[in-house]
């Protein structure tokens, strides 16, 4: 949830930054000339380009951010063996899975917790919370790392912010179709050009049109999971992917223990009666446990 929700909200950021300075600065190469129109084709291209590179800024950021936010400690010289053990065994999965060796750290939380990060395979973040270390023996916590490692070798960091790429661009698009369409029906005075209304339905806009339109990045997210578990099974085996993943749903159920927020393995152990709502399973980057202990059970995904 941390690495998805850092790119989420980095993302939303950099293309609401590029959007008010476009306006303060009067960049409305879309419209047809004298302003009487929109050039829909030119809307499309600044579109894409800026919303490309509201995703690919996001996916160049994302292990400084995931770094800086969570505080993680990059083992550069492993002085206890516990790090030792943990840079060895990320090195031996990494080379399994065909991928560069990623950075490898820790970070302090007593939650249950792993991550991993990057804008290329051959260039991750690989961390882990000191809690896990603490609870979970080497065989679980080999079994999580694993399923770090397969979310690395998969790609999908790359994948997503293709995906988000092609969001932005719909996002942008169909904001400034709406301002325009709303400022010109409010101003209704012919006279060309933009009204100040229009920036502030734009943004308005972008910020809606985003948040409903995350529910397919969290689409992606949830089959991205299930993936990532059967190379976590793969990479290392999968009965002991399995009981991680049950030490991570007996953890989740515990009172007081692991709030959402601060959840990146996915760790969650389905719906909360009372508590999640059908419209709040769409904004879920993880499936339940139970469903991902059951596709793995049955070999599922593989």
């Given amino acids: 949830m941390m690495r998805i929700g850092l790119f989420l909200l980095t993302n939303l950021a950099v293309i609401l930054v590029a959007s008010v300075t476009l306006s303060l600065l009067g960049v409305d190469g ?18 894409a380009v800026f919303g490309m590179s509201g995703a690919m800024i996001s996916l160049l950021l994302s292990k400084k951010m995931a770094t800086w936010s969570a505080r993680v400690q990059i083992i550069t010289r492993p002085s206890q063996p516990v790090e030792r053990w943990l840079v060895e065994t990320v090195s031996d999965l990494a080379e399994k899975a065909g991928i560069g060796m990623p ?17 290329n395979k051959n260039a991750a973040l690989v961390a882990v919370s000191e809690g896990m270390l603490q609870r979970f023996n080497k ?8 399923h770090e490692i397969g979310h ?42 933009l009204g100040f209304g229009y920036y502030i339905v734009v943004i308005v806009a972008e910020i ?20 990532a578990d059967v190379a976590g099974a793969q990479l290392a085996d999968r009965t002991s992917m399995i009981r991680a993943l049950q030490r991570l749903k007996a953890e989740s159920e515990a009172p007081n223990q692991m709030p959402d927020s601060l959840l990146a393995f996915g760790i969650n152990s389905g719906v909360r009666k009372g508590v999640m709502s059908a419209m709040g399973e769409l904004f879920r980057s993880h499936p339940p446990l139970d469903d991902r202990i059951a596709a793995l059970s049955e070999q599922r995904y593989g």
Avoid: K
């Avoid at 065989?139 to 694993?146: G, I, K, P, S, Y």
């Avoid at 070798?153 to 661009?169: C, E, P, R, Y």
């Fill in 152 to 193: 690395v070798a998969n790609g999908d960091m790359v994948t997503m912010s293709l995906l988000q790429g092609v969001i932005n661009t719909f996002v942008i698009f169909a904001a400034r179709v709406v301002g325009y369409a709303i400022d010109s029906f409010v101003r209704r005075n012919g006279n060309g050009g």
């Fill in 30 to 47: 879309y419209l047809q000339q004298g302003g009487s129109g929109l050039n829909l084709q030119s809307l499309l291209i600044f579109s």
């Fill in 139 to 146: 065989d679980e916590v080999r079994a999580v790392l694993a």
């Fill in 208 to 227: 809606v049109f985003g948040i409903a339109a995350s529910t397919i990045v969290m689409w992606f997210s949830r089959r991205r999971e299930y993936r």
């Fill in 103 to 119: 950075d490898v750290g820790i970070f302090p939380a007593q939650q249950s917790n792993a991550f991993a990060t990057g804008w």
